[in-house]
């Protein structure tokens, strides 16, 4: 992952390298119709071919799926026995007792009509799975199962993994994706038992008032349509699984929901060959098994210009069989669409579709009256046996192909091995993020940080009464920001829930707006009247962002945004995977794959780099989340051991924090377990994550030399020894100084501190000797003050903590009030100085008598804030699109400056010799610190890795409990042990 300041080029993948091990290939960042057709992949090590040209990617059959013979198995059929082959009716696959009327019902037709397979619609995995395999027991012939999966196998079954519909998948660039995206569903649908998949839509969408396909197409382009389409049809077709392309010959441009009514299309066969068959046209010449029709009337290319395509033989016939050369199934789109049943009686649909080329009549409103009404046709002459014979053929070749006869039921046990898996989720993850396509961004408002913009109002708009949509947003914007609110625009709004969103409006900074609606082919708003006069009427001067889930040409309801984003579905996933990019926490790089009328043109996109670090799944940053428990037991051991109470550990890697877990308690009594969120005394940590940059950053400003003499801020340097040592000294702990003195047990007040290090003499000539010194730093943190006219926390403060939004990150945080004190577990029982258990005040007396804020001590953090700053470190001091501190300094700082030790300017580097708490395994350039309550972090930069380690060991005294090093070495081992290599 990387980080920049401004970055337009097509987006790098951190996710299929690990997962798949894939590489995909970016051609460029426009939609192109010649990309190549071959791509490499890396599979455990070795180079493969896919090879796109390959017809469907086709297996060689086996043995035993040869040994059923059509012919004869046709032959033994009777004439409805046949007929019903070429029915598919609608099950829902949730659990159903075996005397429930409706099963009884799907059981009995099954049984008695000899039906060739199932429609699933809405089920659940286990559901379905079980149902199946009953149904499969009722049937002298294996059924055929079959579903709608357009966006993945969760378009219909709970709980498996949802894939970003066709449009967003475009707008990646990466046709890649389309092949993976293809794979991932094919899989999910095959241990399911479904074997033939209605996706993908191959519509060109290119009306905008088009009320049915909007996102469920590709793209505007037919070039796109084909490219993209095939790449999902070739992943869908490796596995074996039948891919079917619709709506032919075309539903993109239309403006009638076939579903309500039948839409006419006055397009000639020139333009139809140009635009809407040629997507079509590819993916035949590539291997497509299936196509589905589409319930649409073609006057100008049909003999029967009152016919719907699907019962067409003009549009069937001649165009798909005749002058395409289409071999396989021909599927019909819902016969109980009002597109057909408002017109055709069921046996009617049924016959004319036969005629005109069909072979699987799906979900038609009455299957038994027409299984009799096609039989008495067929004896009547009006359609021959011959014609039923071929369709049924054709069902029956496939079912065979798939090894049906031999084995049809679903095997359970591997249902929660290969649906959702860890792979399938992180490449849908991935998909999601890298599709997202932002139009506008005024004003740099994205991304978000809690600095400009302190508190978000998220307003939800829907055309239902979903009083709940776009929680999954805003749940995950609260990891990146502290203040954000929610109110949804439903349909029926009530008039108090109208008020309180008004006042809502009022707190607001910002005002992201969520369009969760259906295209309205009204053409002239996707927002209601009143819903649209509301928005209308928000403050002119809070600045807005409007995402759209789902319905891209709502931008142009509120062109006055100041952001437009397309984000491309509404579900929790496409939402969770939105909120990272508000934040800068994922990269943008989608590109508009259709037009836009009166606002964006194709192609269009504004291409925004990750900047900020990302909260997500060990394996997208590289990490095995499996070994990763090897942390997890080594914490509980040395919580067993009493090595301390609890503590949380976080790691950082490629710009995502992708381990993060808090053990055991606040103290030994087990009462307040810990929390990821909680803060601890961060102790010496203080030295780099205080003192230690700022003076980076006031030597950056050139306010500050690090050969500049200490006696040049303080008069009591001026002479002797002392005159001789500089900042460079302090900061390398070879000044001369004494490690420490007590003080305190005289000296309580901060004056009378800073005065005694003063005055402290030296041990050693200054540059000869390492001591490390806590006095050198408390001299550092009063130069701050001289320098800048600020103390150390009001600086650090004001020029990173607030910017960098580490808002857990502070001095003295009973200041703040409850709400961080409550998260802030005891570092000791003072039994010698404060007589009390001290939480939320700095464990180091001197830092606590000098009013909580010392150079060396008395900064408390969290495990979050801590990455962020590392990451700042990683990025070579910039973060969140702004330069913090140049990458020159970060070098020189952080890189060995001393021949006495390995110590950079302030930093602790891996040990050369004997043990180090970075572990065995860092790499030599790894710097960082630790604290004597118990806290840690280490940064290996070759790894782009940071290992935090926050714990009160010193609980309930500081010389309770063992040694932490090992406990810290051991864990650093073993994250780095995680990393997949």
């Known amino acids: 992952m990387y980080f920049t300041k401004s970055d337009t080029r097509c987006p790098a993948n951190g996710i299929l390298w690990l997962v798949m091990a894939v590489s995909l290939v970016f051609q460029s960042c426009t939609f192109r119709a010649d990309a190549p057709t071959v791509t490499t992949h890396q599979v455990a090590g070795q180079q493969t071919l896919f090879d796109f040209n390959d017809p469907g990617n086709k297996m060689p059959e086996?043995?035993?799926?040869?040994?059923?013979?059509?012919?004869?198995?046709?032959?033994?059929?009777?004439?409805r026995e046949k007929i019903g082959q070429l029915f598919f009716i609608r099950a829902r696959g949730y659990f159903k007792n075996v005397e429930d009327e409706s099963y009884r019902a799907l059981a009995s037709k099954v049984k008695n009509y000899n039906l060739g397979?199932?429609?699933?619609?809405?089920?659940?995995?286990?559901?379905?799975?079980?149902?199946?395999?009953?149904?499969?027991?009722?049937?002298?012939?294996?059924?055929?199962?079959?579903?709608?999966?357009?966006?993945?196998?969760?378009?219909r079954v709970e709980q498996t993994t949802r894939l970003t519909p066709a449009m967003g998948i475009a707008a990646t660039q990466n046709p890649d994706y389309a092949y993976l995206a293809g794979k991932i569903t094919a899989q999910e649908a095959k241990v399911l038992g479904v074997r033939q998949i209605f996706a993908p839509v191959l519509d060109v969408n290119n009306n905008p008032r088009n009320p049915v396909i909007n996102v469920r197409s590709f793209s505007g382009n037919p070039d796109t349509v084909a490219l993209y389409g095939q790449r999902f049809i070739d992943g869908v077709q490796s596995q074996r699984v039948v891919a079917t392309a619709k709506h032919f010959p075309g539903h993109g441009d239309t403006d009638t929901d076939s579903h309500r009514a039948l839409p006419v299309i006055n397009h000639d066969y020139d333009r139809l060959k140009k635009v809407e068959l040629a997507p079509f046209e590819q993916a035949i010449n590539h291997g497509l098994q299936s196509v589905m029709s589409a319930h649409i009337?073609?006057?100008?290319?049909?003999?029967?210009?009152?016919?719907?395509?699907?019962?067409?033989?003009?549009?069937?016939?001649?165009?798909?069989?005749?002058?395409?050369?289409?071999?396989?199934?021909?599927?019909?789109?819902?016969?109980?669409?009002?597109?057909?049943?408002?017109?055709?009686?069921?046996?009617?649909?049924?016959?004319l579709a036969l005629k005109a080329g069909a072979d699987m009549m799906l979900l038609s409103l009455d299957e038994i009256t027409a299984i009799q009404e096609v039989e008495r046709a067929v004896e009547r002459g009006e359609i021959s046996e011959a014609r039923i014979d071929r369709s049924v053929r054709k069902i029956l070749?496939?079912?065979?192909?798939?090894?049906?006869?031999?084995?049809?039921?679903?095997?359970?046990?591997?249902?929660?091995?290969?649906?959702?898996?860890?792979?399938?989720?992180?490449?849908?993850?991935?998909?999601?993020?890298?599709?997202?396509?932002?139009?506008?961004?005024?004003?740099?408002?994205?991304?978000?940080?809690?600095?400009?913009?302190?508190?978000?109002?998220?307003?939800?708009?829907?055309?239902?009464?979903?009083?709940?949509?776009?929680?999954?947003?805003v749940k995950e914007m609260r990891k990146y920001h502290p203040s954000v609110r929610h109110g949804v625009i439903y349909r029926d709004i009530s008039s108090e829930d109208r008020s309180e969103l008004t006042e809502n409006v009022r707190w607001a900074d910002l005002i992201v707006i969520g369009a969760h609606m259906y295209i309205n082919s009204s053409g002239s708003s996707q927002f209601n009247l009143s819903q649209r006069r509301w928005l209308e009427q928000l403050p002119a001067q809070t600045p807005k962002a409007l995402i759209t889930f789902g319905n891209p040409y709502a931008v142009k309801d509120l062109p006055a945004a100041n952001v437009q984003l397309l984000a491309w579905d509404g579900s929790d996933h496409q939402l969770e995977n939105?909120?990272?990019?508000?934040?800068?926490?994922?990269?943008?790089?989608?590109?508009?794959?259709?037009?836009?009328?009166?606002?964006?043109?194709?192609?269009?996109?504004?291409?925004?780099?990750?900047?900020?670090?990302?909260?997500?799944?060990?394996?997208?940053?590289?990490?095995?989340?499996?070994?990763?428990y090897q942390v997890d037991q080594l914490m509980h051991e040395a919580i067993?051991?009493?090595?301390?109470?609890?503590?949380?550990?976080?790691?950082?890697?490629?710009?995502?924090?992708?381990?993060?877990?808090?053990?055991?308690?606040?103290?030994?009594?087990?009462?307040?377990?810990?929390?990821?969120?909680?803060?601890?005394?961060?102790?010496?940590?203080?030295?780099?994550?205080?003192?230690?940059?700022?003076?980076?950053?006031?030597?950056?400003?050139?306010?500050?030399?690090?050969?500049?003499?200490?006696?040049?801020?303080?008069p009591e340097f001026e002479e002797g020894l002392k005159s001789q040592v500089t900042i460079q000294n302090l900061l390398l702990h070879n000044s001369g100084l004494p490690p420490f003195r007590i003080y305190v047990d005289e000296l309580q007040t901060r004056h009378e501190l800073v005065e005694?290090?003063?005055?402290?003499?030296?041990?050693?000539?200054?540059?000869?000797?390492?001591?490390?010194?806590?006095?050198?730093?408390?001299?550092?943190?009063?130069?701050?003050?001289?320098?800048?006219?600020?103390?150390?926390?009001?600086?650090?403060?004001?020029?990173?903590?607030r910017p960098l939004g580490m808002r857990s990150t502070r001095f003295n945080p009973r200041k703040a009030g409850k709400w961080i004190v409550n998260r802030i577990p005891p570092t000791e029982r003072d039994t010698i100085y404060r007589h009390k258990t001290v939480r939320a005040q700095a464990h180091?007396?001197?830092?606590?008598?000098?009013?909580?804020?010392?150079?060396?001590?008395?900064?408390?953090?969290?495990?979050?804030?801590?990455?962020?700053?590392?990451?700042?470190?990683?990025?070579?001091?910039?973060?969140?699109?702004?330069?913090?501190?140049?990458?020159?300094?970060?070098?020189?700082?952080?890189?060995?400056?001393?021949?006495?030790?390995?110590?950079?300017?302030?930093?602790?580097?891996?040990?050369?010799?004997?043990?180090s708490t970075a572990g065995t395994l860092a790499s030599d350039q790894s710097f960082g610190h630790t604290g004597f309550t118990g806290t840690s972090f280490w940064v290996d930069p070759q790894r782009d890795l940071a290992i935090i380690i926050l714990t009160n060991r010193t609980y309930p005294y500081r010389s309770y409990g063992r040694d932490i090093s090992k406990v810290r070495a051991d864990v650093a081992d073993a994250v780095i042990s995680s990393i997949i290599e």
């Open 62 to 79: 086996t043995a035993a799926e040869k040994e059923v013979d059509i012919n004869n198995l046709l032959d033994e059929m009777t004439l």
């Open 117 to 155: 397979g199932i429609v699933f619609f809405k089920g659940s995995i286990y559901g379905q799975a079980v149902l199946t395999n009953r149904l499969q027991e009722l049937s002298d012939i294996p059924l055929w199962m079959t579903q709608d999966m357009e966006f993945g196998a969760a378009m």
């Open 756 to 801: 005694a290090v003063k005055n402290e003499p030296l041990i050693n000539d200054p540059g000869t000797t390492y001591k490390y010194s806590d006095l050198g730093f408390i001299l550092m943190g009063e130069i701050v003050h001289e320098v800048t006219g600020k103390r150390l926390d009001e600086y650090m403060h004001e020029t990173f903590y």
């Open 844 to 915: 180091d007396e001197r830092a606590y008598y000098m009013d909580g804020v010392a150079g060396h001590a008395g900064l408390f953090s969290s495990g979050s804030d801590i990455a962020t700053y590392a990451q700042m470190l990683i990025n070579k001091g910039s973060y969140g699109g702004n330069q913090y501190i140049s990458p020159s300094t970060v070098e020189q700082f952080t890189r060995r400056q001393s021949e006495l030790n390995n110590r950079g300017y302030g930093f602790d580097r891996k040990s050369e010799e004997g043990l």
């Open 397 to 473: 070749e496939k079912k065979r192909q798939a090894g049906l006869f031999r084995d049809r039921k679903v095997d359970l046990e591997q249902l929660n091995v290969k649906i959702k898996s860890l792979e399938n989720e992180l490449i849908a993850d991935e998909i999601a993020r890298n599709s997202l396509t932002l139009l506008k961004n005024e004003g740099g408002i994205l991304p978000i940080t809690a600095d400009k913009y302190p508190r978000v109002l998220v307003i939800s708009v829907t055309d239902t009464d979903a009083e709940e949509k776009g929680t999954a947003l």
């Open 297 to 351: 009337a073609f006057p100008k290319i049909s003999s029967n210009p009152q016919y719907p395509g699907t019962l067409d033989p003009s549009i069937l016939n001649r165009i798909l069989v005749d002058s395409l050369n289409f071999k396989g199934l021909v599927v019909t789109d819902g016969l109980e669409m009002r597109g057909i049943s408002a017109h055709y009686s069921p046996g009617e649909a049924v016959t």
């Open 640 to 714: 067993f051991d009493s090595t301390f109470p609890g503590g949380i550990v976080t790691v950082l890697k490629d710009g995502i924090v992708a381990y993060q877990k808090a053990f055991g308690y606040e103290t030994y009594e087990k009462v307040n377990p810990v929390y990821n969120g909680d803060i601890y005394d961060l102790a010496s940590l203080t030295k780099i994550i205080g003192t230690t940059t700022a003076m980076m950053k006031l030597v950056d400003e050139g306010r500050i030399a690090l050969d500049d003499k200490v006696g040049d801020y303080f």
């Open 578 to 628: 939105t909120a990272p990019a508000l934040f800068g926490a994922s990269g943008i790089s989608g590109r508009l794959p259709i037009n836009i009328p009166g606002a964006y043109d194709m192609n269009e996109g504004i291409s925004l780099p990750q900047s900020t670090i990302r909260y997500d799944l060990a394996e997208a940053a590289g990490l095995s989340g499996e070994k990763l």
